[in-house]
């Protein structure tokens, strides 16, 4: 945390000057800053709180007013060494980049060489994307996203991690159909913006990031913003993260954006503050005038009634809202691992910039600028500040009650428990994390934060719209026609999946964006009317029912198909390969137990074991490791049997009666482990996939006869069900809340993850088959062979 403007002649103090003497203001000011301080040190404990709540480690922000900066605080550390994140530290700030491109664009306006009524191609010739409906775009409808263009272009756009120049982007843009009449709908456009930034070079004669720093950068004194993340030394970041829905975080890629006009700047909150401070002064910047004053308030006027697909209302490039009636102009970006928040209240002559390191994030970020702003502003007024009023967790029974699936006139949502979370989906198309509060049950997720949420005895209101809890029954069988499509497609930087919910065809997009999908064509499928893509298109390569398709086209930017799903067809090993892992497998098992380990172990541990195959007759048991038909193709158990402490014997056998009542029964692939087998496997398992198998060093729960790998079988046909991966497939897919396949199969999955959880077993965070018994920990482990287990009779 930082308070060098306070401490310098911050706003507190300044205000002070204005009403007395100098002798006064000297015997005075340390106490008042003393005071002041103690005042934030509330605020930024109350950030730090709230980051934390939502796994954010890494925020800055820069408050200023009229004079500059007024306050600052950062939370983390840049992730190469132990420097502390403060208001210098840069950050990718996504699409707040479009303000400076709009402002460079209404300079060009103010100087009277662009005239924002004219059609786009009389300032560039070639620009000619496929327009149906015999209206021009102008270069108005660019700036307030009204231009009917796609949201990325096929070259350059969010997706492409190929280095491509602006021109190249905006060609690529010929190749595309408007979605929209130009003029009849707001469609927030990334490409739309890409072609502003291009009129902004041509008619500069220059290029691009030039014009953004000289014209911008230069005069607003922004000494640490960059226009590419190849300028900017990555070790005095902090790490942005990614946030798929199914599993942890990751590191976010780091690559420039084609469309960087969109979303391609790198800057510091002090340096957006500034921006901040020459737009409080309707213009003037530290070392020249960047806009007139006339200008600002035509770009902070809205343009007509037309709201987004997101309900944004735009004036020229400024998003236009009202917090407490009073105008407030902003934009947020959202990029790669990072989100930002850019908040002016012109009236009250205060602004803040505020970024995270998290993706998806823009909920926690906006949250943060208004609650600051609010919290400044009281303090100007004397009125008393309101803190945050902090979520907790739901209580177990409470949310146990909530869970289930309800639906409204036109659409269904799921509540459901994700973790050690509870969570709304898919409402809006997005996931959200439900929490406690003094307001009852809030959303309180890093995307969106709402108290819109109240839960009845069978219904929930969420944003207005009342869904009725409905019977959580098992779905059909998926339309045959959408297996061809089903699957995951494009890089791993940003997956698209494609599944089957409902009997529609839905994808998620973006790592969070869930929408469904109305089919127009025998391959072709529309975006609903919400949402990033609203009205696009996809559409996916020809295919039987027999094949799958091989990509995907999301208007003419490709997505192709990655890995199919693996079965449980063993690998074939060769000679040579059949040899090394005999000798690893012979080592292993003359291997000791690490001495660390509680031993114990041998002799009496086994007494405490119950072989499976006698707790019922219709508990199947097919043990994959006694044969070769399993993902390592090599048999590592004499014999086929299953093994389990007593107590979790006992408990499994209550799910697996449960279970009847569907039609179900349990199978076990695996149970008892001896520690030997963990060691083999770890030996033969790529480093990238050791995710999915125990580190002997620790152990397994395998070990200690307190972990069951299991599945479902229909007690009619005797035939296992079909889940969303195969056994012990070593991708995504075996992830527990991996969202893909069809309803049926995650349904299957869920029932038995929850059936198991009843009973005290806890899914394996990346394995959707494996389940740790409560106790396990409690269980001596075990390096006793099948061969040598003395049974208690």
Request: proline share 4%; net charge negative; aromatic share 10%.
């Amino acid at each position: 945390m930082t308070m060098k403007r306070f401490m310098t002649g911050g706003f507190l103090s300044r205000y002070l000057t204005r009403y007395m003497l100098f002798t006064i203001f000297m015997v005075a000011v340390l106490p008042m800053m003393a005071k002041a301080e103690d005042i934030y040190s509330a605020l930024n404990d109350d950030i730090a709180r709230y980051a934390h709540s939502l796994g954010i480690d890494a925020v800055a922000i820069e408050v200023v007013d009229s004079q500059g900066s007024v306050w600052s605080y950062g939370l983390g550390e840049v992730h190469t060494s132990n420097k502390l994140v403060d208001r210098n530290t840069p950050f990718r700030v996504g699409s707040v980049t479009k303000l400076f491109t709009d402002i460079a664009l209404m300079q060009l306006v103010e100087k009277g060489v662009v005239d924002l009524a004219k059609p786009v191609n009389h300032y560039l010739p070639t620009f000619a994307p496929v327009n149906p409906y015999g209206v021009e775009i102008t270069v108005e409808m660019l700036l307030t996203h009204r231009s009917g263009l796609v949201r990325e272009p096929p070259i350059g756009n969010y997706f492409d991690s190929e280095e491509a120049s602006l021109d190249q982007v905006i060609a690529s843009i010929n190749r595309t159909t408007l979605v929209y009449a130009p003029g009849s709908k707001v469609q927030y456009s990334n490409a739309a913006l890409a072609v502003v930034g291009r009129i902004v070079e041509v008619m500069n004669n220059m290029p691009f990031d030039s014009v953004i720093q000289q014209q911008l950068m230069h005069p607003l004194n922004m000494q640490n913003s960059y226009m590419s993340i190849v300028d900017v030394d990555l070790s005095t970041m902090p790490k942005g993260y990614m946030r798929p829905y199914h599993t942890e975080r990751f590191p976010a890629p780091t690559f420039d954006l084609g469309i960087s006009p969109a979303g391609n700047m790198v800057s510091t909150m002090q340096d957006l503050g500034k921006l901040a401070t020459a737009l409080i002064n309707q213009g003037k910047a530290e070392k020249g005038r960047i806009l007139q004053a006339k200008t600002l308030t035509t770009m902070w006027t809205p343009v007509d009634e037309h709201a987004s697909a997101r309900d944004y209302v735009f004036g020229l490039g400024f998003i236009l809202s009202s917090i407490n009636g009073e105008l407030a102009v902003s934009h947020g970006g959202a990029v790669y691992g990072f989100a930002t928040q850019f908040l002016i209240l012109p009236g009250s002559e205060l602004g803040v910039a505020v970024s995270a390191n998290v993706d998806f994030g823009n909920g926690a970020v906006n949250r943060i600028a208004e609650h600051v702003l609010s919290y400044i502003l009281a303090l100007r007024q004397g009125k008393p500040s309101v803190l945050f009023q902090h979520s907790i967790e739901i209580n177990k029974e409470v949310a146990n009650s909530m869970v289930g699936t309800y639906a409204s006139k036109d659409s269904r949502i799921t509540v459901r428990k994700k973790n050690n979370d509870i969570y709304i989906e898919w409402l809006g198309g997005l996931s959200l994390r439900l929490m406690d509060s003094v307001d009852g049950i809030v959303i309180d997720d890093p995307v969106k934060f709402s108290t819109d949420v109240q839960f009845d005895n069978e219904s929930v209101t969420v944003f207005g719209t009342e869904f009725k809890r409905i019977i959580d029954t098992k779905p059909e069988t998926a339309n045959p026609g959408y297996t061809r499509f089903i699957g995951e497609y494009g890089d791993d930087h940003n997956l698209l999946y494609v599944l089957e919910k409902d009997n529609q065809l839905h994808v998620i997009i973006e790592w969070l964006a869930h929408y469904p999908l109305e089919q127009v064509g025998e391959n072709t499928f529309v975006f609903p009317e919400y949402g990033l893509y609203p009205g696009e298109q996809l559409t996916f390569s020809a295919a039987t029912t027999e094949q799958l398709s091989s990509f995907v086209d999301l208007g003419e930017i490709r997505f192709t198909r990655r890995l199919a799903q693996q079965t449980l067809t063993s690998p074939a090993l060769s000679s040579k390969k059949k040899d090394v892992y005999s000798t690893l497998f012979e080592t292993a098992k003359a291997s000791s137990l690490p001495k660390h380990f509680n031993t114990q172990v041998e002799g009496n541990a086994a007494l405490d074991l119950v072989n499976l195959a006698t707790l019922s007759d219709t508990i199947a048991i097919d043990i994959k490791y006694a044969t070769t038909d399993n993902v390592f193709g090599f048999q590592v158990y004499s014999s086929a049997n299953a093994y389990l402490h007593k107590d979790a014997a006992k408990a499994l056998l209550s799910v697996h009666k449960r279970l009847s009542k569907h039609g179900l029964g349990l199978i076990v692939f695996d149970a008892y482990r001896p520690w030997y087998v963990t060691q083999f496997f770890w030996a033969i398992t790529p480093e990238m996939q050791r995710k999915f198998v125990a580190n002997p060093e620790k152990g397994s729960p395998h070990n200690r006869a307190g972990a069951v790998d299991v599945s479902l079988y229909d007690l009619a046909t005797g035939e296992t069900v079909t889940m969303v991966s195969a056994y012990d497939e070593m991708t995504e897919r075996s992830y527990p809340y991996y969202p893909g396949g069809t309803s049926i199969q995650r349904w299957y999955r869920d029932l038995l993850i929850t059936e198991m959880a009843l009973a005290g077993f806890n899914v394996h965070k990346n394995e959707w088959w494996h389940f740790d018994y409560k106790q396990w920990e409690q269980f001596p482990l075990m390096n006793t062979s099948f061969e040598n287990l003395q049974l208690s009779e």
